[in-house]
T-cell receptor, first 116, second 111 residues
């Protein structure tokens, strides 16, 4: 049973370009979360999605950032017109838990974005 | 504002030592607290705590929660170099799934 798969593991972009980060949750998991980790900081919640639905995007910047989790295929975190401050590690996590049951998140290995 | 504070920020010990990592929190309607170990890749789950005073144990690691004083501790006994990592504490406010992470404690165990 493969874990949470993220790609690319490393991505380098120049200012103004677009970055697309992909996440395939664990088999059987229908909940996906994106977190951002800046150097020497904790993981910051960005967005929580279920299939075809954004449940909570309160942690995501209002501009340039978007996320989707289509019926088929991986979840995508898209950052348009990247700036140097977007350089960070972006972690995806998945869970099988419904809101009624509390449980751990299963993390991918992260995508490290560097903006030149 | 909900927040999670971990201490110490970093710690250097020798193999065989016992360490205690702290996590204090302020959240609205607490639901659960989780501990993760992060080496240079994916955070891996250690414990989930929901009730006060009940110790969770896994090998040399153990953890306990105090919901009255709003903190948790993670103990590691007989530390090994493989315990070197960043230990993250996260709290889930009720019904949100927006786990709030602390900045972590960086533990280095010297041989």
């Amino acid at each position: 049973n493969a874990g949470v798969m993220q790609n690319p593991r490393h991505l380098v972009r120049r200012r103004g370009q677009e970055a697309r980060l992909r996440c395939s949750p664990m088999k059987g998991h229908s909940h996906v979360y994106w977190y951002r980790q800046l150097p020497e900081e904790g993981l910051k919640f960005m967005v929580y999605l279920q299939k075809e639905n954004i449940i909570d995007e309160s942690g995501m910047p209002k501009e340039r950032f978007s996320a989707e989790f289509p019926k088929e295929g991986p979840s995508i975190l898209r950052i348009q017109q990247v700036v140097r401050g977007d350089s960070a590690a972006y972690f995806c996590a998945s869970s099988p838990w419904t809101r009624a049951i509390s449980g751990e998140l299963f993390f991918g290995e992260g995508s490290r974005l560097t903006v030149l | 504002e909900d927040k999670v504070v971990q201490s110490p920020l970093s710690l250097v010990v020798h193999e065989g030592d016992t360490v205690t990592l702290n996590c204090s929190y302020e959240v609205t309607n607490f639901r659960s607290l989780l501990w993760y170990k992060q080496e240079k890749k994916a955070p891996t789950f250690l414990f989930m705590l929901t009730s006060s005073g009940i110790e969770k144990k896994s090998g040399r690691l153990s953890s306990i929660l105090d919901k009255k004083e709003l903190f948790s501790i993670l103990n590691i006994t007989a530390t090994q170099t493989g315990d070197s990592a960043v230990y993250l504490c996260a709290v889930e406010p009720s019904g949100t799934y927006k786990y709030i992470f602390g900045t972590g404690t960086r533990l280095k165990v010297l041989a």
